[in-house]
């Protein structure tokens, strides 16, 4: 099934034997309407994009998922957002520099 799904990519080739047997060691896809559904998912959340579906079949992988999700840091980088810490971390220093000037001041 995998092999005709697949075609002439071999890293997505690849990659479906590398889910059908990570599958294997939890609850395993036990018929080929299991894996046809998979394959639905793939082209559902990645097109044509080979590349994308192997990033996706790793994804889950990684994770421990039993199933095939969209990338969770797959965004255009417009939509990415900054981290920003809600602490100013330049002014703590700053604060720390005076009171230990302080300090160092009151000891002499």
């Keep these: 099934m995998f092999a005709e799904y697949a075609g002439d990519n071999l890293e997505l080739l690849q990659a ?3 889910w059908e047997e990570y599958r294997r060691a939890g609850r395993p896809i036990r018929t080929e309407k299991g894996y046809q559904l998979h394959c639905n998912d793939l082209d559902r959340l990645a097109g044509d994009d080979a590349a994308l579906k192997i990033k996706i079949i790793e994804q889950s992988i990684k994770r421990g998922w039993q199933g095939l999700f969209a990338l969770k840091d797959e965004k255009p980088p417009e939509e990415k957002k900054e981290k920003t810490s809600r602490y100013d971390f330049a002014e ?3 604060r720390d520099r005076e009171r230990l000037k302080r300090l160092a001041e009151e000891e002499l």
């Design 16 to 18: 479906l034997r590398d």
């Design 92 to 94: 703590i220093r700053r």
